[in-house]
């Protein structure tokens, strides 16, 4: 076996293909990168068994064939390797690898027992453009929960209902969504957030094609395939968890708030934590937050309709659902202290749970 291949296109395709290799896994083929070898191109699989991402790279090939590298090994030798045109050839199991005056030679893995990826291509399909997905993802994921506990809530659900895709993300202390109108059948799924980082990761220009099956989901991205197992159980019911009414309407600027509150970041650390105090009154914010690191007091103006709302939060939650806010004006949504804040912004709505301030 006999190929050639630029240093710049595998290192770019190691790096995504890697983000679904097994560190440990029964199967020792699982911890490294399947290549395949075909005329003129070079296929490249990472797999865990719940998520699998492909790629394919142009290869100067003198035959075919497929072996198994271990990828952290391999891709630290190639980064190294002095030239842009890499040389391999494999014998016996031994990979040579050359390139300027540099020979290195690795064992490899046979590819007899690595399994194959599911099958989703003959199931329903979804055409989604590239840079839409990416802001849909970008502006929920941070809302996804991290705690194992329920693990539905570790995926963002994906509902199509009368021709708009809506994703949603819960934590139990915030509620991410975004809506965009889209040409598809209803369904209801929730894709494991891991997976919609690297889809996120590899979504450009052009369009995406989400295949769909029972079990599992794959996003066709250009030279990318980003394959996943879907998680199973019952969503909560966030249509339930929306406010339909409000008594205080406030529009600021997006980013003046946001360096408001980055500064009283400064003063919370993981084991000093305290809510930020928010009055929103008289046309402005009035930002306020009190810690042994220290004091901040702070202003931001604003349009404020409605009855005077006194109210804390969580600095990083709220931190999180502006930061994704993509117009100069935010507008925000309050009833009373304890109950959530609710961020508008075109197709994308935040809720934030109140944190109590020590007066109430």
């Not at 007899?112 to 099958?119: A, F, G, N, R, V």
């Not at 968890?241 to 650390?269: D, G």
């Amino acid at each position: 076996m006999h190929f050639k291949l630029f240093k710049s296109e595998l290192l770019s395709a190691l790096k995504n293909v890697s983000k679904a290799i097994s560190t440990k896994s029964q199967i020792k083929a699982l911890e490294g990168v399947l290549f395949t070898l075909s005329q003129g191109e070079m296929k490249l699989t990472g797999y865990d068994l719940e998520q699998g991402i492909e790629t394919v790279i142009s290869a100067e090939s003198f035959d075919t064939g497929k072996f198994i590298a271990d990828s952290k090994l391999f891709t630290n030798i190639i980064s190294k390797m002095p030239k842009e045109d890499i040389e391999f050839s494999l014998d016996n199991n031994v990979l040579t690898i050359s390139s300027g005056k540099t020979t290195v030679t690795l064992p490899i893995m046979s590819a007899e027992d690595y399994p194959s990826l599911p099958d989703v291509e003959s199931c329903a399909k979804i055409v989604i453009d590239c840079q839409i997905l990416k802001n849909l993802i970008q502006q929920t994921i941070y809302a996804v929960a991290t705690n194992e506990t329920k693990s539905i809530l570790t995926g963002e659900l994906f509902e199509i209902e009368n021709g708009q895709l809506n994703i949603v993300a819960i934590d139990g202390y915030r509620m991410a969504i975004a809506t965009e109108t889209i040409t598809a059948d209803d369904t209801k799924i929730v894709i494991p957030s891991k997976c919609l980082s690297n889809v996120a990761s590899v979504l450009n220009t052009g369009t995406c094609e989400l295949y769909l099956s029972k079990k599992h989901a794959k996003f066709a991205v250009g030279d990318y395939s980003v394959f996943t197992r879907l998680l199973e159980g019952e969503f909560h019911n966030y249509k339930s968890s929306l406010p339909n009414s409000h008594t205080t309407e406030v529009i600021a600027n997006t980013k003046e708030l946001i360096e408001i509150l980055e500064r009283c970041q400064l003063l919370i650390t993981d084991r000093i934590k305290s809510p930020v105090k928010c009055i929103f009154a008289n046309g402005q914010i009035n930002v306020s937050l009190n810690t042994s690191l220290g004091k901040i007091n702070d202003t931001a103006t604003a349009e404020i309709i409605g009855d005077t709302v006194e109210i804390g939060f969580n600095v990083k939650y709220l931190l999180d659902a502006l930061k994704v806010v993509e117009s100069d004006k935010v507008h925000m949504y309050l009833t009373s202290s304890v109950k959530p804040m609710v961020i508008k912004e075109g197709g994308y709505t935040a809720l934030v749970l109140p944190v109590r301030l020590k007066n109430d």
